[in-house]
Every structure is written in structure tokens, then in C-alpha cells.
């Protein structure tokens, strides 16, 4: 069946860094992108960034933009979210997700109800 595993999250002090991944399998149709999002405590999930599948172009929300970057290693069906200079406001339990309804050679969209596959979630911490 179809997987998302995120892992790397973990317990950070304020200006460290974090790398996380999603490895995905059991899909028979094509992954035409995957985005990050997260929800942090008392608040409602947001758009973290996204990257196209085909040509790894990124697109990310502005709070996050020069500290975060997302990749993907095509061959190992892997996502990552590497994450540099991170601030406690970064605390939230952070979800990858698949984009499968069209193909976009662009990042894909930030709307969450148009991903189809989500993970389980790693908790992100990070201490001020």
C-alpha cells in the first residue's frame, strides 16, 4: 500500500539544525511532487514548501524562505527538509505529503486538500 514515513525530527536549540526525510513507497502511479506542512501546538496546519518530483523546483511559505530547503534523491523515492537557523516558532509536527493529480514541472501547489498521501508526522522541537 501506499507510504509516507517522515523521521528525523527530534529536539533542537534555537539557531541548530534539522534534517528531515520522507521515503515513500507503494505507489503504482506517478508522484508528480510532494510538499512539507506542519502544525504546531494550538494551530492549524500550514504550507511549509514543496518541490516538483520531475524537475526539483521549490516553492516555499515566506517565514521559512533562506532557512529551509527542500530536495528529493528520485532514485530512493526520498524527500528531504533540511532546516538551518531554526527558531522556536519552527516547533510543530511536521507532515510530508504526495501530489498525484496533475503534473507541474513547477512546485506544486501549497493547498493542502489537493495532496492525496500524507505521513504519520515527526515532532519538531526546538528550544529558545
Known amino acids: 500500500q501506499v507510504q509516507l514515513v517522515e523521521s528525523g525530527g527530534g529536539l533542537v536549540q534555537a539557531g541548530g539544525s534539522l534534517r528531515l526525510s520522507c521515503a515513500a513507497s507503494?505507489?503504482?502511479?506517478?508522484?508528480?511532487?510532494m510538499g512539507w506542512f506542519r502544525q504546531g501546538p494550538g494551530k492549524e496546519r500550514e504550507f511549509v514548501g514543496t518541490?516538483?518530483?520531475?524537475?526539483?523546483?521549490?516553492a516555499y511559505t515566506n517565514s521559512v524562505k533562506g532557512r529551509f530547503s527542500i530536495s528529493r534523491d528520485v532514485r530512493q523515492k526520498t524527500m528531504y527538509l533540511q532546516m538551518n537557523s531554526l527558531k522556536p516558532e519552527d516547533t510543530a509536527v511536521y507532515y510530508c505529503?504526495?501530489?498525484?493529480?496533475?503534473?507541474?514541472?513547477?512546485?506544486?501547489?501549497?493547498?493542502?486538500?489537493?495532496?492525496?498521501?500524507w505521513g504519520q508526522g515527526t515532532q519538531v522541537t526546538v528550544s529558545s
Open positions: 518541490i516538483s518530483w520531475s524537475t526539483g523546483i521549490t
Open positions: 507503494g505507489f503504482t502511479f506517478s508522484t508528480y511532487g
Open positions: 505529503a504526495a501530489f498525484i493529480r496533475y503534473y507541474t514541472a513547477t512546485a506544486p501547489p501549497p493547498r493542502e486538500e489537493e495532496y492525496d498521501y
